[in-house]
């Protein structure tokens, strides 16, 4: 593995070996064991988009793993004032060991990796939010044990979350089921791959239908960053399209529910079912362990 730009892009392996290294990682910094495999080494985080939990979770990652961390927003980099991508990743490659992107287009992400000489780590585009995903199936995997056993429903938009959940629980062995309006599917090259699953995978705009008997319930917001002139429109086209306790009762009883966070409560998963499911807060907590095991993967 020579980047991270998203899932499509990793081996069954090669995930599960980020996951044990992920488990590693968090077991020694509970236990004060040193872990400071990136001593000397820079990673560059450019952000076109906000962020709370990928920028610090990168920021103090690095730090604990012995290195630093440069928060690079593209308003104060040339890039923001049209400088080409092939230029900044062939410039940035002689002075960093590594490079976080968030940004808009997949594209210039897979552009970066393509004219630059160093790793390049999706840190969310559109496309594709592969970190989180990493950290989601550790987090299944920490309550549940085991993959492959599960039923992995998601609900709401087909968006960069849905795209990238839908290929890494495939992936690891898990049924999948997701529950969108139709005018709101995933992307066609996500829908393409997953058809090679054959009944493992399920796409219904019933979210009843996707929820049943379901051992992992998942949403996101249904506008994403980059999509707030289309908020009024979208308010409209998910109504219904909510966790709450009604749906919940339709899957497993010890179902766990997961949200990558930011979350609109009273939208997309109601303040109950928000507040009586505390995994949601060491799935965000975990993004920390994942992204160093992805760190010392690609900077190592
Ligand atoms: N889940 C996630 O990526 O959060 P941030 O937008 O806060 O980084
Ligand atoms: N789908 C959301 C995820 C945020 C972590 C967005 O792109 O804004």
Redesign the pocket.
Known sequence: MKHLLKMLDLEKDEIFSILNLADQLKFNQKHNIPHKHLEGKTLGMIFQK??????VSFETGMYQLGGQALFLSSNDLQIGRGEPVQDTARVLSRYLDGIMIRTFAQQEVEDLAKYGSIPIING?TDFA?P??VLADLMTIREYKGALDTLKFCYIGDGNNMANSLAVGCLKTGMKVSLGCPKAYSPDKQVLDFAKGYGDKFELTDDIYEAAKDADVIYTDVWASMGQEKEREQRMKAFKGYCVDSKLMAVAKPDAMVMH???AHRGEEISEEVFESHPEIFDE?EN?LHAQKAVLVKLLG
């Open positions: 906000a962020s709370t939990r990928t920028r969310l939010h970190c989180q990558c966070l930011p965000a993004r």
